[in-house]
């Protein structure tokens, strides 16, 4: 485990653009690539239509790119899903930040999480930055924060995506895609306005409890430059 200061707030272009071609394939691509293999699988025994031995090594290259290629996604949304549960989950035992399950906001893939505490009024964020190419599909680096209602400097809520300004210079938003933006977005105004007090500094403590979580679970933490 390692703490990286990395600047992910610019746009990393070599992992930008490998992602958008692995979503492509991932909507567009991997769908005829799938059934391309499964013709292939299916004429293996047709007296008609069978592959020629010249074809054999065509229709390998085709299943072991497939199997390649799903066991990648496969993997990389199993391990980012349990990323997000090793540092949810202590947080959540601890009691600074116990969401109910509709304060809680993930992605499918489990690339970020927002956890919305109304009793305690905290928020935890946790999500996957594009730190490299390998942590794409090898996810390790991870970003977590906590807020208490006075620790940010504004909501902003446009579609889906609900974005929190830092007041932070070298990180100045975060954010995170879900149906439930809107209403996250209503509930973190509303307690905005309520008071609150607080044993602790939200962000420091969660800061320092993500290091030794990362550390135990083998992960790197991402922090903004110093």
Request: aromatic share 14%; hydrophobic share 40%; with cysteine.
């Amino acid at each position: 485990m390692s703490v990286k200061h990395f600047d992910t707030y610019s746009k990393n272009w070599p992992v930008a653009v490998t992602g958008v071609l692995s979503i492509g394939y991932l909507l567009v691509v991997l769908p005829f690539h799938f059934a391309y293999g499964f013709w292939l699988f299916s004429m293996l025994d047709s007296p008609r239509y069978g592959l020629r031995p010249q074809d054999y090594s065509q229709a390998v290259f085709v299943w072991i790119s497939l199997a390649i290629a799903i066991c990648l996604t496969c993997y990389c949304i199993y391990k980012q899903r349990k990323n997000l549960k090793a540092f949810s989950n202590f947080f959540r035992e601890s009691g600074l930040n116990n969401p109910s399950p509709q304060n809680i906001a993930m992605n499918r893939t489990g690339w970020g999480y927002l956890g919305l505490d109304t009793q305690k009024g905290t928020i935890l964020y946790i999500s996957h930055p594009e730190t490299s190419i390998l942590n794409f599909f090898f996810p390790r680096d991870v970003r977590v924060m906590g807020f208490g209602m006075y620790d940010w400097k504004s909501v902003e809520l446009e579609g889906n995506r609900l974005t929190i300004y830092t007041g932070n210079p070298e990180l100045p938003t975060v954010s995170i895609t879900s149906g439930k933006a809107a209403m996250l977005y209503e509930k973190i105004n509303a307690m905005r306005h309520q008071q609150w007090k607080y044993e602790y500094d939200v962000p420091g403590c969660v800061e320092l409890q993500a290091k030794k979580i990362a550390e135990a679970n083998g992960l790197n933490l991402v922090l903004p430059p110093q």
